[in-house]
């Protein structure tokens, strides 16, 4: 999941050398939900392997 927010950011960004004003923006609100999604499923594999042992 990681990676796909990686590969929006870049998206965005390249998007928004060209000018493409509103697929950067979208690409760009894509990646961050995706990265949060990452955060939370990363810190809630970390807090179940702290409870297992």
Request: proline share 0%; net charge positive; hydrophobic share 80%.
């Amino acid at each position: 999941m990681l990676y796909w927010a990686v590969v929006f950011f870049i998206v965005a960004i390249v998007a928004a050398v060209f000018g493409f004003g509103g697929i950067a923006s979208a690409s760009a609100g894509i990646a961050q939900i995706l990265f949060f999604v990452f955060i939370v499923l990363f810190a809630v594999a970390l807090i179940a392997r702290v409870l297992r042992k």
